[in-house]
């Protein structure tokens, strides 16, 4: 089975950037597909960024392109999302995804966008 531990979240203000991480555990990093999603208060669970098991697609919410970059480190089995340029409606609970198998979801790390 995968675990998934998100970590980086925090309070920063507009404009400022932050990088999310997740790690990863279980299986075969390198052939986990993965992504990020993220759930405001009474609003639903959103897709946010993906990248595919091999690094070499990436894929993007309209809302977040061009501020935000996914990437992964497979020697560190880790899955990352800088983000920058942020805005108060990035506000939410990020949740980091993994697909090898079957579904695996992190616990979640708040991100609060706020001056």
């Known amino acids: 089975q995968v675990q998934l531990v998100e970590s980086g979240g925090g309070l920063v203000q507009p404009g400022n950037s932050l990088r999310l991480s997740c790690e990863a555990s279980?299986?075969?990093?390198?052939?986990?597909?993965m992504g990020w999603f993220r759930q405001a208060p009474g609003k639903q669970r959103e897709f946010v960024a993906a990248?595919?098991?091999?690094?070499?697609?990436?894929f993007y919410a309209d809302s977040v392109k061009g501020r935000f970059a996914v990437s992964k480190d497979n020697s560190k089995n880790t899955l990352y999302l800088q983000m920058n340029s942020l805005k108060p409606e990035d506000t939410a609970v990020y949740y980091c995804y993994a697909w090898y198998y079957g579904d695996y979801w992190g616990q979640g790390t708040q991100v609060t966008v706020s001056s």
């Open positions: 990248i595919s098991w091999n690094g070499a697609d990436t």
């Open positions: 279980g299986g075969t990093f390198s052939k986990y597909a």
